[in-house]
Each structure stands twice: as C-alpha cells, then as structure tokens.
C-alpha cells in the first residue's frame, strides 16, 4: 500500500498529515514514553554500525568460529575488536 491509497483508506488529506507531521517538525512533540531521538537509533545507546571488507578466507573461519561457539559472526569480530583495543591500551 502506497501514501496515497492509505490516506485515501483512512481518509487523510494532505492538511491532515501536514498538522499531524508539524508537531514533530518544530520539536514541540511531547512524548509520553521519554525523549525522542533523531537519527540512528544506534546513536542514541551509544553504538556505531561500521562496514569493513575482509579476505573471504577470514570470514568463513569467523563463520566457523562463530557456529563452534554457537554466536553470532558479529559477536567474534566484536570480541576480536575488544581483544586488540585492550592490547593497545
């Protein structure tokens, strides 16, 4: 279902929308649940999704790694990054 068919569905117009988004648009938005956060939601907890390009060989022993310990392959290369953070400390 596009825009269109589900305002037409709940039938919104475009003044509808514009006085529903204004609030949120001027940062006048009261939240009941806390602050509200723009941008990543990992940002906001502290955390920065990154990519990084690695020898296929490397990441099928990450692979392996990760199913003989029964994880996730992001929880070794986390725990790698870990391992060398500290040594450099």
């Known amino acids: ?3 269109s068919e589900y305002m037409k569905k709940h039938g919104l117009t475009d003044a509808d929308l ?3 988004a204004a609030p949120y648009e001027s940062g006048d938005y009261q939240s009941g649940d806390g602050e509200v956060f723009t941008g990543s939601h990992l940002d906001a907890v502290g955390k920065r999704r990154v990519t990084v390009i690695y020898d296929a060989r490397d990441t099928q022993r990450v692979a392996a790694i990760a199913r003989s310990r029964g994880v996730k392959t992001s929880e070794v290369y986390r725990d790698a990054l870990a391992y060398y953070l500290a ?3």
Request: proline content about 0%; cysteine-free; glycine content about 0%.
């Open 18 to 20: 514009d006085a529903m």
């Open 87 to 89: 040594a450099q400390a």
């Open 1 to 3: 279902m596009n825009v």
